[in-house]
């Protein structure tokens, strides 16, 4: 009988310990994230997510301080790249011409073309009303009181 308890002792605290590791394993691994020092493994689509949004962050941060050093400098990057001030009738779905939009960002960048690699023409602050010229996907083609003519996001605006 001693011997009997003695053995099912041995197998109970097997159990036990092989439980214990199981259970530590998993929690171990359900605490740490992909890509972590704990987990350096992660996904290529996790990773260039991450990228993507720490990227937008940064360059809207770095638009920000731009238009913060040119303002400080005591000038404009304000230019008028388009000597014709009403091409936008050759646009798919009209001219919309005339509406006003506000932007909502603090700085905004206006770009020669509807992407964020394109070149800067200017920048605009919160408040600023601007007259919207075209809408192609998430940009919008506006005129600024100076006659400059760019393009903004859609998400930094809002029609008025």
Known sequence: MNRGKIALLVVAALVFLSLGFVIGQVVQAVDTLPGSNE???????YVETAVGERLAVLNT???????EVAALKGGTTSTNTNSDDNDTTDVPGGNTS??????????VNVRASASTTAAKVGSVTKGTKVTLLKESGDWY????ADGTIGWVASYLTKKI
Do not use: F, R
Not at 39 to 45: C, E, F, V
Not at 61 to 67: D, G, V, W, Y
Not at 99 to 105: A, K, L, P, R, W
């Open 61 to 67: 941060k770095i638009e920000e301080l731009e238009a």
């Open 98 to 107: 005339g509406t006003q939009v506000e932007i909502t960002g603090n700085t």
């Open 39 to 45: 987990d350096p493994i992660a996904t290529q689509s």
């Open 141 to 144: 083609q506006i005129k600024l």
